[in-house]
């Protein structure tokens, strides 16, 4: 009897495998977040670095590294330590 009471207060579980929250209404099979996911699926897209390089991927590889300042900031930090080494000597 006491199992019975306890399932009614607490609803049913949500059908995605392993999620332990119960569902938002008793006419869903799902709870609010896994709704959510499937009714608005452009808001849960992950944003790892693999999914940024597949989103690059589209327009094609890129034949040069992007212009970010990096590779100039290297190129002068390596002519400076050049320089240095030849005052030193």
Known sequence: MLAVTQIELLGRRCSVKACPFP??????RECAHHHRMRTHPKCFESQTCSFAML???????PTQE?????????????NHIAQLRMEAA
């Open 23 to 28: 569902t938002a209404d008793n006419r869903e």
């Open 55 to 61: 989103t690059q991927a589209i327009y094609g590889l």
């Open 66 to 78: 992007p212009d970010d300042g990096r590779m100039r900031d290297r190129n002068r930090l390596r």
